[in-house]
């Protein structure tokens, strides 16, 4: 983990789905800047930037980014946001709230990578995308959780409506819960304290590096999120690392949290067909994410990506090596049946 130049302004970027109470927060850090010099950046997905109307007063410069995502449309404009505060104003610290369908990676990525590595180009009239890399650098990535709403989210079967990738809410959650540096779980006293003990375990498996912060209203000290230097980008950019992590020898989850473990591995590859008729049936409803390879024997890899009630099965390219291809799940749930799931998969196994 490399060590930021001294020069070099933190960014510390808020995600969470919407309502999970980033605006909220953010305002709660906002009294507590004790005489910092902090710039905001607000994103919202449609038209009028509702959240930026609510954030409170600082005194430097809040900029509104709307009708877009600053993880894939609105990247180019991120940078140059972040460059005009950069050239204007003299800085301890930027804070920016993605909208609630913002990815994490792809936002922390615009400020550790060139514009050449992120494949950005400028719109027609724009100037050159500037190169941000030693000016700022990411502090935290903090990811804010409705406690109360995450599970009756996760288990939607639909997509998220106005998506252009067509995510489900499992999938989104997942993405924004793996990622983080801080997870704060606000709206405790609205959630059923089973909700909140499972929403626990998930944290301690899937991402057991994050610090998890408490939160009622949104309200915590500054000294918790800001100044932390918990981003790792090295570290971040491997997000199934949480699957590794499963692999080395501890105490077994299932002894150790209310959420328990299984991973299936085989060197034989699926049926498609069998798999798809197996699929059809449904996994086991206790299971609430699992994530792994599939080796349908046709050479290509397949990213299986479960969360919820949505599974997706993605092609991730070609096996470097057809003949060592494998297939390996991790599953994870409540009182996982290890034998009837090893089962379930074995019959869709080539003959």
Excluded at 111 to 117: A, Q, S, Y
Excluded at 253 to 258: I, R
Excluded at 271 to 288: F, H, K, Q, S, Y
Excluded at 289 to 316: F, Y
Aim: glycine fraction near 8%; aromatic fraction near 6%; proline fraction near 5%.
């Amino acid at each position: 983990m490399s060590t930021p130049d001294s020069r070099s302004v933190p960014i510390t970027v808020l995600c969470g789905f919407l309502g999970a109470g980033k605006t909220t927060l953010l305002n709660h850090l906002l009294t507590q800047t004790n005489g910092q010099r902090v710039a905001v950046i607000v994103n919202e997905f449609g038209d009028v930037n509702i959240d930026a109307s609510l954030v409170v007063k600082t005194d430097e410069q809040t900029i509104e980014l709307s009708n877009g995502c600053i993880c894939c449309t609105l990247r180019g404009d991120l940078l140059h946001a972040v460059n005009d505060l950069l050239e204007t104003r003299d800085l301890d610290a930027i804070l920016i709230e993605s909208t609630g369908i913002g990815e994490p990676l792809p936002i922390a990525q615009s400020f550790c990578l060139t514009p050449e590595e992120l494949e950005i180009e400028p719109e027609e009239g724009q100037p050159a995308i500037p190169n941000l890399l030693g000016r700022v650098h990411v502090d935290a990535m903090i990811t804010v959780v409705d406690s109360a709403q995450f599970f009756p989210l996760w288990n939607l079967q639909d997509t998220i409506p106005g998506d252009d990738f067509e995510r489900g809410f499992g999938e989104l959650l997942a993405e924004q819960l793996e990622f983080a540096d801080i997870v704060v779980l606000n709206k405790l006293d609205l959630a059923a304290p089973d909700d909140v003990r499972q929403l626990r375990d998930l944290i301690r498996i899937t991402n057991p590096r994050a610090r998890v912060l408490d939160a009622t209203r949104g309200v915590l000290p500054a000294t918790d999120l800001l100044n932390t230097g918990l981003f790792d980008f090295d570290h971040s950019s491997q997000l199934d690392a949480w699957m590794a992590e499963l692999h080395k020898e501890h105490t077994p989850e299932s002894e150790t949290y209310g959420l328990g473990t299984h991973i299936f591995r085989s060197e034989r590859p699926f049926d498609p067909d069998r798999l798809n008729e197996a699929l059809t049936l449904g996994l086991p409803r206790n299971v609430i994410r699992s994530k792994g390879w599939v080796n349908l024997g046709n050479g290509v890899a397949t990213l299986w990506n479960h969360t919820g009630r949505q599974l997706a099965l993605e092609t991730a390219g070609e096996w470097l090596r057809p003949d060592e291809a494998f297939s390996e799940l991790v599953f994870i749930g409540h009182d996982l049946d290890p034998d009837a799931l090893d089962q379930l998969l074995s019959g869709a196994l080539s003959a």
